[in-house]
Each structure stands twice: as structure tokens, then as C-alpha cells.
């Protein structure tokens, strides 16, 4: 991209720069220090905390009962799915067993969550590029409708609190595995929509064809994680690898891309995982034990004596508490590995949160993604980590 | 899972005592056969625990990663705690080849041996993993362990002149900085 002025003997000085904190394309508050040499970046430092809220702090001094319910704060895109690293985390030192009916309402509105979680990402993700006008409006369709179902069930759009310690809250409303079956029935219509107007465009491949390279070596050594690792080669989704509630019963694939790990993979990579939780969402309603809440409707009082059935282990109230012991437990997220490492001495309180988010330390590969690029390539790389900054800075 | 021993409990140091011969587990044991001493602790939900000594971290986990039969590669996360009289740093590695390879390793620092006004201290291992550098700086942020040998120790998530570590059990908050009459408030 350099202009050759036709004077190699031209020398220029570098500009350190700040980009943001407040740029609408880091959706959120991140400030990059950028060492500038001319339009190439020399340098870059990634200064993040402008949104941190002390959520480990806040674990410590809430109760559990309170703490589940601040958590989906975390990352709001996919609340889901930080309720569930906690859950998971505190019922391996509970020692509770969940019952076969919440695990696949878990996977179910984990994976709806998934796919809200890319639609945002493809949406912005074209703004960022440069698509002002009409294709963000595609995905948005879509995820109003998951939104809309994932209201009905959790009474929230966002911050579900759906998910908790030894189970999930409730049972979905009367009518909703109907709507959910007639979504996953045209949603792969709809991919194929953003598709043909994204994948092959010509200005689409110019902005992330070979740009933006992560190799195999590097992405390990920083610990990335999620579509970003496997769009780079390395088959690593722990919904595979360590198959933890019904994942291993379901059938999908995980898309592993061979290759440069440009950002057109990235992209490519998310496009696929779509489709697969879509698949994955079809399959759990049919597998689902207890069928429709119709038929469990229609079960009455068997429902609640039935152990597979049963939609709670664990009594909800302000006295909630969690056995001593330490644990760690991880899910994956539309991110990647999101871990939470837990303490407990068993008072209502914790005693120790650590939260492993997936986008703090994806982030932190950002200085050897954008070294050596343009100033104009920044968001297109940065944008295609898919980077929730309340998720780096809690 | 339910079967593992409690780890210690901080706030109870009744129970805090651990069972004082735990056997050595595989780790522990590939571990002794390169002459690297390392201490059972109480399982964490069924992965294997071991504490170290803060000289033996760095040539523990080169040992651990590199070695072709352990090929714990994949450090997932570093996180900092302050215990009733001690300061941990805990690692938490898998493996990307093996995905049912999994270990915790510890470093405990007892709050007796830190003089006052002196943060504890721990090698880093910035130079195995990038990951650690993030994971490593948040920790001396919120805990306030240093870690010997990074490059760029600096505070992460609060802002660079923030006094005091947040997750250390007597920090006290500024109280003061919510107050609309501080000419200093947040407000």
C-alpha cells in the first residue's frame, strides 16, 4: 500500500497515535497506542480496563443466589454461556448430577445463543468493512427472531439468568418448540442469503483475503481460542475434544480450516458453526426427553416425580450455597474457551472467581495480527477476532 | 466427583489441614523421575494437584511441556490468590494433542516469608507462553504478586497510578471516591 514517492532517500518520522478509547468500530472501549510509520503500523499496544467493573470483586462480596444473576453481564452477547461455565464449575464441587431434560434445554438456548452471538458479529462485522447501508439489516432479522424465543423462555433478551446452579430456571412457554422448529427449518435459507451476498463478493475478498495471517505456532503460544484457533488449523472445540453435557450424543462437525488463518477464514469459519447449531438445535428437539412443554403439560404430576424430567437440582433462594472446594470448568463459547475457576469454602459467598474469558486473551495476539498492515486494515483484522471488550475487562 | 477430598478451606482452618501423606499421581511422579520434587495437594474435582516450589516453576513446566509423553502445551489460564496465609499462583495446563490430559500446578508464597511493603514474587513464565503475559499482569493487578522476569509488568485492568490490590482480603476500598463532595470523586 505504500506510495513510492520515487525518492528512496525520503524518510519519515513515526507517530504514536491513539485509536479510541472512544471509536465506534471497538464496539465497546478499547484504546489501541499505535506506532505509525506513515499508513503502516509499526507497533501496537492494546490498552483495555476502560470498562472493567470488577466482576471478580463482585463475586466474592455477593451471594451465589446474586452473583448468577450479574454474570451474563460478563459478555452480553453470550450470556448463556458465562451462566453455564459457573454452573458447571459449582455443581463439579456440589458433585450434582443434572438431569437429561435440563442438559438439552441448556445445549438449546446455549447454541440459539451461539448463532444470536455470529449474527451480531456478521452485522458489525460488515459495517466495520464498510457495508453502511442494508446488509446489516439481514442477520439482524434473524437474531430478533431468537431473540424474541430466548425472551420467551429467560424473560430477558440478553441477560438471561436462565442457567443455574443444578439446572435451568423453567420450561420453555406453551408453542415454543413449534416456533423454534419453523426457525431452524429456514435458517439455513437465510445463511445461504448472507452468503451470496457476502462470501464471493470481489470487495468482500479483497478486504480479508490474506490479511490478517495467524499461524498455527502463534495462535497456541497465546492461548487464542474459539473460530479464531480453528479458522488457523487447530482442532481444539471443547464441545468435541472434551465432550461435556449431551454434545456427545448430538451429531455436528466442527469446522477446522486448514490454511493461512487469514480473516476470510475467520469468517468462512463462523458461517459453518452457524449452520451446525443449527443442526444441533434440530436435533435436541427431537431428542429432547419429556418432548414439547405441551406433552409435559399433559404428563401433570408424573413430570415432576420423573427424574429426567426434573428441571432443578438445587433449591433457588437467597440461602444458596456451594460445598467447599475448588474447581474449574470450561465451555465453549462463541469465543472460545470460557473458564471459570471457582473457590469455595462453603458460606454463601466465594471465596475466589477467576474467570478465563476467551476474548482477553484473543485480544492479546492483536500486536502480531496487525503489525506490518495499514492503518485502513485495523478494524477489518480486529473486527474478525470477534472481541466483546465487557468480556476482557469484566 | 463427589468422592474428592475438599481442598483447603480458607476460612476454616480446622478443616484447612490436608491429609498428610496424599499418594504421588503420575504427574507428580514423571515429575520425581526428572528429579523435579513436587507436592501432592488435594485433587481440584478430580485433576490432579501439585504444588512446587517457586525456583522449581520454570523447570517444571519447560519439563512438563516439552516432554513428547506429557505435552501439557496449553496453558489455560494463570490466576492469583490470596489465601488465609498464603499467596497462590495457580496454572492451569492441558494439552492440545491429548484433550484429557489436564493438571493444576501451584506456587504458594506464605504471607510470614513477605516483608512488609514487598510484594511476593514468582517467576514468570512470559517466556514459554504469551498467554501468560495478560494472565500474569492481571494477577499482579488484583492481587499484587510480581512476576519475576516479565517483560512488562504493568497494571492491566485498573487504571496505571491505582493503589492497593482489589482481590487481596485486606484491601480497602476508597471509600471516598464515591463521594459527590471528593473533589477527586468518580462522580
Known amino acids: 500500500m505504500a506510495v513510492n514517492v520515487g525518492n528512496d532517500q ?7 497515535i491513539n485509536m479510541g478509547p472512544q471509536h465506534p ?3 465497546g472501549v478499547l484504546r489501541l497506542l499505535l506506532t505509525l510509520d506513515g499508513e503502516m503500523v509499526r507497533n501496537v499496544e492494546p490498552v483495555i480496563g476502560h470498562l472493567h467493573r470488577a466482576q471478580e470483586w463482585q463475586g466474592q462480596n455477593r451471594t451465589w443466589f446474586q452473583y448468577q444473576a450479574l454474570i451474563d453481564r460478563v459478555d452480553y452477547l453470550s450470556g448463556m454461556f458465562t451462566s453455564w461455565a459457573l454452573a458447571r464449575a459449582a ?4 458433585g ?4 437429561p431434560r435440563a442438559e438439552y434445554l441448556r445445549v438449546m438456548v446455549s447454541e440459539m445463543n451461539r448463532i444470536t452471538s455470529h449474527l451480531l458479529w456478521l452485522g458489525t462485522y460488515l459495517i466495520d468493512l464498510g457495508a453502511m447501508f442494508g446488509f446489516p439489516f439481514y442477520p439482524f432479522r434473524e437474531r430478533e427472531k431468537l431473540l424474541d424465543l430466548l425472551e420467551a423462555v429467560a424473560g430477558q433478551r440478553m441477560m438471561f439468568n436462565y442457567i443455574r446452579i443444578g439446572g435451568v430456571q423453567c420450561n420453555p412457554p406453551l408453542g415454543w418448540f413449534d416456533k423454534l422448529k419453523r426457525f431452524t427449518e429456514e435458517f ?12 464471493e463478493n470481489p470487495i468482500f475478498l479483497k478486504r480479508t483475503k490474506g490479511i490478517g495471517r495467524l499461524s498455527k505456532s502463534v495462535a497456541m503460544d497465546y492461548g487464542v481460542t474459539g473460530p479464531t484457533l480453528r479458522a488457523s488449523g487447530v482442532n481444539l472445540d471443547l464441545r468435541r475434544t472434551k465432550p461435556y453435557s449431551v454434545y456427545d450424543q448430538l451429531k455436528f462437525e466442527v469446522p477446522v480450516l486448514e490454511g493461512d488463518g487469514d480473516t476470510w477464514a475467520r469468517y468462512t469459519c463462523r458461517i459453518r458453526e452457524m449452520r451446525e447449531s443449527n443442526k444441533i438445535i434440530k436435533q435436541c428437539i427431537e431428542k429432547i426427553p419429556g418432548g414439547t412443554t405441551e ?7 408424573e413430570a415432576n416425580k420423573d427424574e429426567n424430567l426434573k428441571l432443578m437440582a438445587k433449591k433457588q433462594n437467597s440461602g444458596l450455597r456451594v ?3 475448588e474447581g474449574f470448568a470450561a465451555v465453549e463459547s462463541p469465543r472460545g474457551t470460557l473458564g471459570c475457576y471457582i473457590i469455595s469454602n462453603g458460606s454463601d459467598k466465594a471465596y475466589r472467581f477467576k474467570w478465563r474469558n476467551p476474548s482477553f486473551s484473543n485480544l492479546s495476539v492483536l500486536p502480531e495480527l496487525l503489525v506490518g498492515h495499514p492503518i485502513a486494515d485495523i478494524m477489518a483484522i480486529f473486527g474478525s477476532i470477534d472481541v466483546i471488550l465487557p468480556d476482557v475487562d469484566r | 466427583m463427589s468422592e474428592t477430598p475438599a481442598s483447603p478451606s480458607p476460612a476454616n482452618p480446622e478443616k484447612a489441614a490436608p491429609p498428610t501423606e496424599l499418594p504421588v499421581g503420575p504427574y507428580g511422579q514423571f515429575l520425581s523421575e526428572h528429579g523435579i520434587p513436587s507436592k501432592r495437594l488435594p485433587d481440584s474435582t478430580g485433576v490432579e494437584t501439585i504444588e512446587v516450589e517457586p525456583a522449581q516453576l520454570e523447570v517444571t513446566l519447560k519439563r512438563l511441556r516439552n516432554s513428547e509423553e506429557i505435552a501439557l502445551d496449553y496453558l489455560v489460564a494463570v490466576s492469583g490468590v490470596d489465601n488465609t496465609d498464603t499467596f497462590d499462583s495457580v496454572y492451569h495446563l492441558w494439552s492440545y494433542s491429548d484433550p484429557n490430559k489436564e493438571l493444576v500446578v501451584k506456587v504458594r508464597i506464605p504471607k510470614a516469608s513477605v516483608a512488609a511493603e514487598q510484594l511476593p514474587e514468582v517467576p514468570s513464565v512470559t517466556p514459554f507462553w504469551s498467554a501468560a503475559n495478560w494472565h500474569e499482569r492481571e494477577s499482579y493487578d488484583l492481587v499484587g504478586i510480581r512476576y519475576v522476569g516479565h517483560p512488562y509488568l504493568r497494571r492491566i485492568l485498573n487504571p496505571w497510578d491505582w493503589e492497593g490490590y482489589p482481590l487481596r482480603r485486606d484491601y480497602k476500598q476508597p471509600v471516598d471516591s464515591l463521594n459527590d463532595k471528593n473533589p477527586h470523586s468518580f462522580r
Open chain 1, 10 to 16: 525520503l524518510k519519515t518520522d513515526e507517530m504514536i
Open chain 1, 25 to 27: 468500530a471497538t464496539h
Open chain 1, 91 to 94: 455443581e463439579h464441587i456440589e
Open chain 1, 96 to 99: 450434582i448430577k443434572i438431569s
Open chain 1, 188 to 199: 439455513p435459507d437465510r445463511v445461504d442469503e448472507y452468503e451470496a451476498i457476502v462470501t
Open chain 1, 295 to 301: 406433552e409435559i403439560r399433559k404428563l401433570g404430576d
Open chain 1, 323 to 325: 460445598k467447599a472446594g
